[in-house]
């Protein structure tokens, strides 16, 4: 595939704090990718310097193989779609979409099949003559993408866009966007905080943490080999245990030895052991590899998710079995359930749910970048 | 709305517009009272439409507005958004400090503290004239500014700052974004400070009566010139038109902006022309007004003559006068073949006129003060000699009123009109027996019925002659008297008067005042049915003369000297003296059976019948200049006086 | 060609600034420094602290009610008094105003435009001309009393009183009340007002714990606004106080009118720092006031 733009070691700074640090990557045509990342991460800053917000203090931005650096936004071949969208508000559905041709001085009539062209595409073909202060989230949601596609730009970064709407609805919107996007064949460069949103519709996750990339790849990539463990945590449920490797495809963790899919470590060097919740198989006492007693159950609907306690180190462990609070229970672990990763900065920080609420986690939720 | 907020929003709009309403009454009323309703008559709007120079003030003051409101809004939009982008906290903190100076700043300082650079800078380069509309324009965009910054710049806190970045992503450059998208969010704090400019503007005369010169009277100006004479009731026809234009044209905007709103609600228009259509049409009338203002000054350039006078001091042509100004410019223009036009602006007090000259702010080739003022000016190099080969007329000025002691040797000065100060009281209220001298104004029985003159010199004068003092003395102890006497008189007198008295004792209000002789007659014109004004002369009184003379800072002395001796002809001596009321000191006027005739019988006695020569009298009762030292000592003599 | 975009945000900055802040420079700064430089010099531009002492320390004889005579500081007296006008004028302003503005922003869309168009309204007209009139609703033989005096009620004195002065200061500055609060208010979001009333507050509670402080940066600029042209005006006491107040506004232009312009900068100075360390003060607690402090 073709790169499009390509980040060149971009560092950048503000009012001496330290935003983003060597950031390198690629970006290709055609492809959905997805800047993820907890807030202050440094990814929207990521992309308004692609889009032209920003410059960087140091690196470079190519497009097309071009320094892109000074151009300023508007004669950039890039258009975006902004967290709270941004429409105009003094002007109605029909003159936002389009804004950008009018600037271009395209001729009336092709203004007028252009618009209704790309508001039919967004669904709201009805909707021309409408104030936008008068239309739901949705609906104001769409005609940023109207606006934002109506020049056919090669890339269309977007900023959070779903980040206002409701979870039906955001569902709904997923679909829709990587539909578009398959359709109109334009590079998407797609910032959330949302993890679920980033694997259901990337081709291409770029996690970042702290201004550095923590891992780029697909998101079975991402989701099966974290390379870290900031990058297991934030992606899906993970337990992370301390760990040591004893040799190829053998390793040590919670007083027991396990067989598992990864070589080429150190012998008897510590590790972190990723194990995620729903790989765990839950066994009566005496058969578990390992045991532990359950100290939290709570109903998910599809299935428990369980707090169990083994050797003072908090797992949890999704499982469609009924188990009670303080019933001792066994575990035992296949080989493809375990992911070894190399110890890093982020080692010892996550995945341990002796804190875990689940509440407290919905309300900590992070709402957006800024 | 609630009833009782409905109640209370009709009693404070009655506050609100209670003077305006009698404004609106008395502006159909036939006789010169702003007191005493005579008939209905639609003549001051006649008035109004013919008297030039109110109208030129109207036109002025709205030139002034709207360019005022132009330079402010634009100056002050830009200003906004500079200091909204700021990123530098201290910067932003002194820009708004500042900013906020000329709110604080008592209109009178800001006043008086740009009339002291204009006339610095105006020194520095020599000019003749440092105050003119530029510096008027300058003052008034000044005090504009702060209201329209504070306006814009919430809005463009509030604006979402991606809108900006959004129009630039969509293929505008920086500004482009600002016109497009930036400027419509925040369109309604700029129009809501280019109102307020414009109405601070149209109400400002404190800051205009420092900063303005001798090119452009603004209407406050004009109006405020008025009171040694009255305030004329066509300046009430004038607030009731503009009260209904502006009443009118708020009440279309609003009606109009109310249809675009259903329109938009309902019919969904494409919107999209209109702000930028606004702007166009604002940026574009910004041009026009600078331009239209250019070229009107370029255009009158080429032969200007500079006229100070007393306000309501010259025939203007209302009430189907003469109108001297307008008469000799085309006069002029026939003789000589050349345009001219004539400044024609006017000064409440001779000292009001002497700050303006002494300053060296403006200048003036023709200027109208009295007597002491003269003999100070004289003293103080400020005067020009005249050339009496340009003033042949000054022939029929008669030998009374030539060597006076302000101008012994008749060298700069042409005598225009002169007065006596005389008692007026009202016969229905006051014994007969009790008139005849000052006594009157000191007499308790008519306590609170007394007017005492609200200028320190003629004031002092009174308490003088009655008690037979020096009026001219360089003693202080003599003043010292005066004042005692004037403290004395303090818990009788009802009101300090100047133009005040005419509404005061047509009305009633009061019953005894002293005022200058042929004043008299105006107010017998208009006093109300149970009013029965007489007027008498005491034994000493003060005689005074007001003459032509041409100032030091005068540009075209010859062009002057015309005027002057026009002035002079029989037609305006005649007109002038009949529209002041004033005794004449040119025999083409007094002397001339027509004038004689439309005075009457009991004006000529009392204008011209005192017994004794002019000369006689003048020289023992007239005012002289003093000595500085006496004057400011008079000054806070009648300071003391005033704060009790 | 690092920063370039930073450095191009700075550079609109400045360059809309720019005019502003050399005519600020020019036409509001250097005016004051003249002030000061008159104030401090005699009429020979020589340093004196004469002008200034003189405001201080001349005196005059005020003559009491009781008849009795006592030696006081001029100018001192003469800026009290106009205070205590300005005052009093700004007190009825605000007590006669703050509810007007209420009652503007509670109402529809339209109606709150109408009414403060018709609020504008008598600013257009001269305020010369506006003072003038009032004479004839004020004094003895004027509208007012034969208003009441057809309801029976004894005429009432008023021109040449307090009273008169302070009724043309509060008309001729109440829109400046009104305007400021009304667009504070205005902008108020109701759901604040409801969140009170949920949280246990009554209709007055709302008003004192709620309204009223989130209105005070309009209360301020009103009360600035009314102040500040109350405190030094000069027409207004001339025509409705019968000549017979004189406040500071007279003496400075009384100066000025006298030629004593270095003593007319002396007065305008003091008054100047007086008030702008007031209005500072005030600026100040009201931030601490309203935000708590930072």
Redo the contacts between chains.
Sequence with gaps: MKKIIELKNISKAFDGEQVLTNISLDIHDNEFITLLGPSGCGKTTLLRMIGGFENPDEGDILFLGERLNDTPPHKRNINTVFQKYALFPHLNVFENVAFALRERKVPKDEIKEKVTEMLNLVMLGSFANRSVTSLSGGQQQRVAIARALISHPKVLLLDEPLGALDLKLRKDMQQELKKIQQSTGITFVFVTHDQEEALSMSDTIVVLNEGRIQQIGTPADIYNEPQNAFVADFIGESNIIDGIMLENYKVKFSGHTFDCLDKGFAHGEPVDVVVRPEDVDIVPVEKGEIKGTVTQVTFMGVHNEIIVDIGGFKWMIQTTDSVNVGENIGITLEPDAIHIMKKSEYSGMYGDYSSYSNELDELSDPGGDE | ?KMS?KI??GL??A??????A??LL?SFNDAKS??VFSSFSLKWYKELLNDRNTLEAVKNTLILALSATAVSTV??T??A???????KRWYRTV?NS?????????????G???M??FV?VGRLFGAATSLNFWTLL??H??FC?PYV?FQVLPKLAQM?S??T??????????L??FF??TL??IMPGII?GA?MAF?LS??D??ISY?TSGNDFQT??IR??GMTKKT?TPK??AL?TI??FV??TL??VN?FV??DDNRK??N??????RK?AGAIMAGALAVVVIVAGVVIGFNKQKPLVLNVYNWGEYISDGSEDTFDTVREFEKWYEKEYGRKVTVNYTTFA?N??M??KI??GAVSYDVIIPSDYMIARMKNENLLLPLDFKNIPNYKYIDNEFRGLYYDPENQYTVPYAYGIIGVIYNANEVDKADAGDWDLLWNEKYKNKILQF?NSRDAFGMAMYKLGLDVNSEDKKVWDKAHKEL?KQ?PL?????MD?IY??ME???AAIGAYYAGDYFTMVDAQ?EDVDLEFYYPERTNYYIDAMCVPTCCENKELAEIFINYMLSEEPAIANAEYTYYASPNKLVYENEGYIEEMGEKAMNILYGKSGGFAENYNKNAYHNLKPET??YI??L???F??? | MRKTLQKQHSRTAGLALAPYSVWSLLFILVPLVFVAYYAFTDENFRFTTENITRFFTATSDLKGDDGTVREVHTYIVIFMRSLKLAAISTVICLLLGYPMAYIIARAKARTQKTLVTLIMIPMWMNFLIRTYAWMTILQDTGILNSITGVFGIKPLHIIGTETAVIIGMVYDYFPYMILPIYSIMAKMDLKLLEAARDLGCNGFGVLRRVIFPLSLPGVISGITMVLIPSISTFYISQKLGNGKFFLIGDAIEGQYIANNLHFAAAIAFILMVILLVAMGLVKYITAKLVYGGE
């Design positions: 709305m907020s209370y929003t404070i709009m506050f609100l517009f209670a003077p305006i009698i404004l008395f702003l007191s100056m002050g830009a200003a958004f500079g200091i909204h982008k700021i990123r820009l500042v900013t906020n100076i000329p709110m604080i700043n008592p209109d009178i300082i800001t008086i503290s740009m002291l650079v610095f300058i003052a965009v000044t500014l910054i979402d991606s809108l970045e959004a129009a630039q992503d969509l293929g505008c450059t920086p482009r974004a497009k998208v419509p969010e809501t109102i109405t149209l109400d005369f404190v420092f209407l406050p109006i405020y305030v300046m009430y607030a503009i009260f502006t009443l708020l009440l609003n902006d109310n938009l609600r019919k969904n228009k494409n919107t999209n702000p007090s000292e009001d002497y700050s002494s300053s609200n403290m303090r007198v009802y009101s300090l008067v005040e509404n005061m009305s009633g209000e109300a004057l400011d000054n806070t009648w300071e003391t005033k704060i009790n």
